[in-house]
């Protein structure tokens, strides 16, 4: 199991940009795949970006393709989400998400371990 605190969230006017970090607690953090996932008010939590445990592999949903980055570094146990561009319908709850293993995943349910999220506010 590990711990997740994210931070970084704010309000930013359309264009802008943000960096979103993820602490991770425990020594295996590099054993663990991450991902970040979002939820808009009235809206299904949706996948943005997955990264696997040696930062190898990356993928990301179509709607933020060419926008955001995601990235980590084991050294600081700590996973980042740079967002450009941002857009007003990218408003929501930004969460990171854990899962054991080496391969990434797009699914919710296949992340163990989630931390408390960090709101992200796009004012057009």
């Known amino acids: 199991q590990v711990q997740l605190v994210e931070s970084g969230g704010g309000l930013v006017q359309a264009g802008g940009s943000l960096r979103l970090s993820c602490a991770a607690s425990?020594?295996?953090?590099?054993?663990?795949?991450m991902g970040w996932f979002r939820q808009a008010p009235g809206k299904e939590r949706e996948f943005v970006a997955a990264?696997?445990?040696?930062?190898?592999?990356?993928y990301y949903a179509d709607s933020v393709k060419g926008r955001f980055t995601i990235s980590r570094d084991n050294a600081k146990n700590t996973v980042y989400l740079q967002m450009n561009n941002l857009q007003p319908e990218d408003t929501a709850v930004y969460y990171c998400?854990?899962?054991?293993?080496?391969?990434?995943?797009?699914?919710?349910?296949?992340?163990?371990?989630w931390g408390q999220g960090t709101q992200v506010t796009v004012s057009s």
């Open positions: 990264i696997s445990w040696s930062g190898g592999s990356t």
């Open positions: 425990g020594r295996t953090f590099s054993s663990y795949a």
């Open positions: 998400a854990a899962r054991w293993g080496s391969i990434i995943a797009t699914l919710d349910r296949e992340y163990n371990d």
